[in-house]
Every structure is written in structure tokens, then in C-alpha cells.
């Protein structure tokens, strides 16, 4: 039966109960809800990323939110120079964050255990303080989104929309984890969690497996920084910290 419906049953109730929180908090008049029920939304997406390479993979990472920074800059630059295309600064977000993910997990995966944490930390920490250098956009004042992003059949101007395109991304992510779970590529990545050397003796290199979960969250956590700077209409450098990492 789960198999059939994807989820069980009680998961169906809830994601059924966040689709009708915009319309609870329109009749109670109460816009306030919406926007934060969208914020928990959104970091449920970044949670859902860093499961991969966290929970999956075993690796634990104290810098992921260098990608939500990415992220929100990625919507925050374009639109201080008058692009709101929601498609050109997804692709600045996708592109940039697969970039610096990919070099960093390169360094960060020659580690393991503490050192892998405390690397992860320092590149998040080292962006942060190369955001806080570029006084053009903002320093550690930030800056707002002056334009919301405009995807041609909808936008992100108001807390309402962001929340819906935020529970329809989490809904997808969540289908598309149970699937990439028992994947082969899921399975392979969940065996090295538990015995790196069998898994490697088996003639799979492990390290390729968790270099490209480490892109793949990177990125997801940067579209989850996306819709959050189109939530608050402004990005923050406060963003990367080490923190909203922990958080």
C-alpha cells in the first residue's frame, strides 16, 4: 500500500494540512502564518538537501549554508542590476553553488570525521567574509531584492506564492528521495556510510559517489536560499554563518 500511494497515510495528511495553511491564515486574517509556515517550508527543503550527504552519506557538514547564501545572492545580485528573470538567476544559483560545491567537497572529502566538520565550517566562514568585503552589495548590511523573480508563468512578489512553490518543491523532493533512496546510486552511498572499505573493495570508487551527493545538496540548498531571499525581499551575509549551518 505505501508503495502504491508513495507516502503512508499519515504523510498524505500532512502535506494535505500545509496546503491548506494559506487558506486558514486568509479567512483568520492572519498573513503572518503563511510567511512563517513558508520559512519552515523552505528550511525543510535545506534539511532535506543536507540528508543526503548527512544522513545518507554520513558525512557531516558544518557548512551548508554557504549554499543558501549562494543562493539568495544569486537573486539579490541579479536584481540589483535589473534582472528578475526567475530562470537566468536559477541557473546563476544551480551553477555557482555545483561550481563552489564541487571545489570544496573535492578539498573537504581528502577528510574525514572532525576535520571534514571544521573544513566545511571554514569555506562557509571564508564566503561569509568575502560577502562582507563587496561593500557594492551591501557588506554585512546586505541588500535588498529589489525585484521579486519573475518565472513567466508565476512570480515569487508575496509570501502566498513563495509558499506554494515551496511546499510543491518540497512534495517533489520528498517523492524523488524515496526514490533516489533505494537507487543504486542511494544504496551505494548508504553502504559506504556504514563500511567505506567494502564498498570500495567492491570496485566502486566511494569518494566519486559522495563528490556528486555533495554537488547535488549543494545545489538543493541553494534553491531552498533562493526562495528564502524572495521571502524577505533581502539577502544577508548572516546567512552563511556558522549557525544557520548548526540550525
Not at 557594492?136 to 548590511?141: A, H, K, R
Request: hydrophobic residues 60%; proline residues 2%; charged residues 10%.
Amino acid at each position: 500500500m505505501q508503495k502504491r500511494f508513495l507516502f503512508p497515510l499519515w504523510a498524505w495528511l500532512f502535506f494535505a494540512l500545509l496546503a491548506g495553511v494559506p487558506f486558514y491564515a486568509s479567512v483568520s486574517d492572519d498573513p503572518f502564518l503563511t510567511a512563517f509556515v513558508a520559512r519552515a517550508l523552505i528550511y525543510a527543503i535545506a534539511a532535506t538537501a543536507l540528508n543526503i550527504v548527512l544522513g545518507w552519506g554520513g558525512l557531516v557538514s558544518l557548512g551548508h549554508a554557504l549554499f543558501i547564501g549562494l543562493g539568495m545572492y544569486s537573486v539579490a545580485i541579479p536584481s540589483f542590476w535589473g534582472i528578475n528573470n526567475g530562470w537566468i538567476q536559477l541557473a546563476v544559483c544551480l551553477l555557482s553553488c555545483g561550481l563552489i560545491g564541487g571545489l570544496t567537497g573535492l578539498v573537504s572529502l581528502r577528510t574525514t570525521g572532525i576535520a571534514f566538520i571544521m573544513i566545511t565550517l571554514a569555506f562557509a566562514q571564508m564566503a561569509y567574509f568575502v560577502i562582507v568585503s563587496l561593500k557594492l552589495f551591501g557588506g554585512d548590511d546586505g541588500m535588498a531584492v529589489a525585484v521579486a523573480s519573475d518565472f513567466g508563468a508565476f512570480t515569487l512578489a508575496n509570501a502566498a506564492s513563495v509558499y506554494a512553490c515551496a511546499l510543491v518543491l518540497l512534495f517533489l523532493l520528498t517523492v524523488w528521495m524515496l526514490k533516489f533512496r533505494e537507487s543504486p546510486f542511494g544504496m551505494t552511498l548508504r553502504a559506504g556510510r556504514q563500511n567505506s572499505r567494502r564498498v570500495n573493495a567492491m570496485g566502486l570508487v566511494l569518494k566519486q559517489y559522495q563528490l556528486t551527493a555533495y554537488v547535488l545538496s549543494a545545489m538543493l540548498c541553494g534553491v531552498a536560499g533562493m526562495l528564502l531571499a524572495n521571502l524577505n525581499a533581502y539577502a544577508s551575509p548572516s546567512s552563511m554563518t556558522w549557525v544557520v549551518s548548526g540550525d
